[in-house]
């Protein structure tokens, strides 16, 4: 059975998080794994990499939940690919999105430090700047959250699509998953002493070694970090990461590529509040 729900993103604002905590509850099934990317890698133009099959795809989802949802923030990506929501809607007419966002100008640099992180990028921000590679990077794509928004809400409505901002979730996490749940059509006053486990907080990022690599590419390893929930994961898993990999000295951010980021993403900002009714007045543009 096709899933019902759909995180869409923004990548690098707490997504992550949002999987682990409406996973526990004992209406909503949450899949493994997190990211199938099962649309994206069928757009046109997308990159080529391992597809599922649709028979796969269905069984990453408990048919007997009412809720069933995944997590690939690169629906949220759009040109790059684009089509996206047009075949969710073909398959799920009726789902319903959560989009959970943060400050973008954090976003898109906290992004491309990611990919520091992951050995994707190579290249100072500046080089960036003055020769984006959009369908490679996709830093302001992916924080254009009004252009994102709008893909979404043409097909399925505005009232299917929450919007949550990264900050609720972490300074109101209990409320901010009662009005998920609610938004769900799940029982809003279920909590779990689990609400309290932090996912993927640390902002250190690291680089496999070469043997670091070989391993974390092996089904032992890839399989407990995708099946192993998210509070045991970091005691039994972190270590390991950490003795096959080293530290990545991240670069300085200066002002002026803030400024830059904030330039580009201001319109953005401010089609979104229009389009959501929200203030999100700690953000910088």
Do not use: C
């Not at 899933?3 to 682990?20: E, Q």
């Not at 959250?145 to 043409?154: H, I, M, P, R």
């Not at 009662?178 to 990022?205: K, M």
């Amino acid at each position: 059975m096709y899933p019902n729900l759909f995180i869409i993103g923004a990548a690098k604002s707490g997504t992550s998080a949002l999987h682990y905590y409406l996973g526990l509850h004992p209406n909503i099934h949450m899949s493994t794994p997190k990211e199938p990317h099962y649309f994206s890698r069928r757009a046109e133009g997308a990159p080529s990499r391992k597809q599922l099959t649709p028979r796969q795809y269905e069984r990453l989802f408990d048919s007997a939940k009412p809720v069933r949802g995944e997590s690939s923030v690169s629906y949220s990506f759009w040109p790059y690919p684009s089509g996206v929501p047009e075949m969710i809607h073909e398959i799920a007419p009726d789902a319903r999105f959560i989009y959970l966002v943060r400050d973008p100008v954090k976003r898109s640099i906290q992004h491309y430090f990611h990919r520091i992180g992951l050995g994707t990028e190579h290249r100072d921000l500046q080089d960036v700047i003055r020769e984006p590679r959009e369908h490679e990077e996709r830093y302001i794509a992916a924080s254009s959250y009004a252009t994102q928004f709008e893909q979404y809400a043409k097909l399925f409505g505005d009232e299917r699509i929450l919007v949550v901002d990264h900050a609720d979730l972490l300074a109101r996490r209990a409320q901010t998953l009662r009005d998920v749940y609610g938004f769900l059509r799940v029982d809003p006053s279920f909590t779990s002493a689990s609400f309290d486990v932090r996912v993927n907080e640390s902002t250190n990022q690291r680089r496999f070694s070469p043997i670091g690599s070989r391993i974390a590419e092996s089904p032992f390893y890839t399989g407990a970090t995708r099946w192993i929930r998210p509070d045991i994961r970091q005691k039994l898993i972190k270590p390991v990461r950490n003795a096959l990999s080293a530290p990545v000295i991240l670069p300085e951010v200066g002002d002026d590529v803030r400024a830059y980021f904030a330039e580009q993403l201001e319109p953005e900002a401010r089609r979104f509040r229009a389009l959501t009714g929200r203030r999100f007045e700690h953000w910088p543009v």
